[in-house]
């Protein structure tokens, strides 16, 4: 984690898993945006080719927000106590926040 945007991101992720506002692995994630409750999606850096097209067409097929982070599944990790490639953040403040920092240009 280098970049100001990576530093940024996992501050507001590990908020995020405090608040419990978060679900953790593709089927948990895809589960939330079948039943309304996601409000984006968030993939690793190092997710694999094949999880971020299909986090890209589910997020389609259910109109949602997609952001590939810089964070890789070990940082995720340090902050969860898991790794995991897929998070879908289950709150809209949160989901806007995230927005905010991924959409922007580079830091």
């Not at 309304?36 to 299909?54: F, N, Q, R, Y």
């Not at 259910?62 to 070990?74: D, G, I, P, Q, V």
Request: proline letters at 1%.
């Amino acid at each position: 984690m280098n970049s100001v945007k990576a530093r940024r991101t996992a501050d507001l992720l590990g908020i995020c898993i405090k608040a419990g506002r978060v679900v953790k692995g593709f089927d948990s994630a895809v589960e939330t945006l079948k039943n309304g409750t996601a409000h984006c999606i968030l993939t690793a850096a190092d997710a694999s080719e094949k999880t971020v097209k299909e986090v890209d067409f589910h997020c389609k097929k259910y109109s949602m927000r997609h952001f590939a982070t810089e964070l890789t599944k070990a940082d995720i990790g340090r902050l969860w106590g898991k790794e995991t490639a897929v998070i879908a953040v289950t709150d809209k403040g949160f989901a806007d926040g995230f927005g905010k920092i991924l959409s922007d240009g580079p830091q």
